[in-house]
C-alpha cells in the first residue's frame, strides 16, 4: 500500500527565515506525481509544487522548492524568505499513474512570527 | 487552473436530516472528486465522479449516505444523507483538468456541523 508520512505535527520560524518541511513516502510504482499543497485557515486547498517522479530536476516555483530523493522516497518543501501569508497546513501528497486518488500525509502546521 | 465553487460554504443542521452540496467548475472536466476532511485530519476520499457514469465511491462510503450526481462536464452534488454529528467535517470537490493525473484543484470547501 502506498502511504505519505509528515513527521512535523508543527513547525514555527520568524518572518523572512527559511524553513524545510519533510516529507517521505512509499510506493511500489515508478511512475507517480508528488504534491505539496497548502490550506490557510479559510480552509481552500491551494497547490504550492508539483514534481513528477520521471524528473530528476527539482521543482521550483518562485520561493518555494522541492528536494525530490527518489532513492531515498523522500519529498521535502523548501520554503525561503517565509512571510506571514505562509502560515498554513501544509500537506504532502502522492498520486499513481495507475490510479487517481490522492495519498496524503497528516499535515504539518506551520506558523510563521512577525 | 479552474476556478471552483462550492455552495454552500457551511452550514449548519439537525440530526437526521440530509445536505445537499454543489460544485461548480468554470470549465468542462472529466474527473470530479469528492473528500472529506474531519477536523483536525488530512483529506479522504469519498468518491469519483465522471460525467456519464456512476460515481466510484472508497472503502468505507456507500451511495446510500453519500448519494453522488454528475449531470454534466462542470457541476456536481454531493448529498450528505441522514445526518449525525460524525458527519461534522469540510467536504471539498476537486477536478483534474486534463485527466492526465497532473494535478487536482480544489474547490474552497463546505464546513458541516451537525447538531
Known amino acids: 500500500a502506498q502511504t505519505v508520512t509528515q513527521s512535523q505535527p508543527e513547525m514555527s520560524v520568524q518572518e523572512a527565515e527559511t524553513v524545510t518541511l519533510s516529507c517521505t513516502y512509499d510506493t511500489s510504482e515508478s511512475n507517480y506525481y508528488l504534491f505539496w499543497y497548502k490550506q490557510p485557515p479559510s480552509r481552500q486547498m491551494i497547490l504550492v509544487i508539483r514534481q513528477e517522479a520521471y524528473k530528476q530536476q527539482n521543482a521550483t516555483e518562485n520561493r518555494f522548492s522541492v528536494n525530490f530523493q527518489k532513492a531515498a522516497k523522500s519529498f521535502s518543501l523548501k520554503i525561503s524568505d517565509s512571510q506571514l501569508g505562509d502560515t498554513a497546513m501544509y500537506f504532502c501528497a502522492l498520486i499513481m499513474d495507475s490510479n487517481y486518488q490522492l495519498i496524503w500525509g497528516a499535515g504539518t502546521k506551520l506558523i510563521i512570527k512577525p | 487552473s479552474a476556478v471552483i465553487s462550492q455552495k454552500p460554504s457551511r452550514d449548519i443542521c439537525q440530526r437526521g436530516t440530509s445536505l445537499t452540496i454543489q460544485c461548480q467548475v468554470d470549465?468542462?472536466?472529466?474527473?470530479m472528486f469528492w473528500y472529506r476532511q474531519q477536523p483536525g485530519q488530512s483529506l479522504t476520499l469519498i468518491a469519483t465522479a465522471n460525467q456519464g457514469s456512476e460515481a466510484t465511491y472508497e472503502s468505507g462510503f456507500v451511495i446510500d449516505k453519500f448519494p453522488i450526481s454528475r449531470p454534466n462536464l462542470t457541476f456536481s452534488t454531493l448529498t450528505v444523507s441522514n445526518m449525525s454529528p460524525e458527519d461534522s467535517s469540510i467536504y471539498l470537490c476537486?477536478?483534474?483538468?486534463?485527466?492526465?493525473?497532473?494535478?487536482?484543484?480544489f474547490g474552497p470547501g463546505t464546513r458541516l456541523l451537525v447538531l
Open positions: 470549465s468542462q472536466v472529466t474527473m
Open positions: 476537486s477536478v483534474d483538468l486534463t485527466g492526465a493525473k497532473e494535478t487536482q484543484y
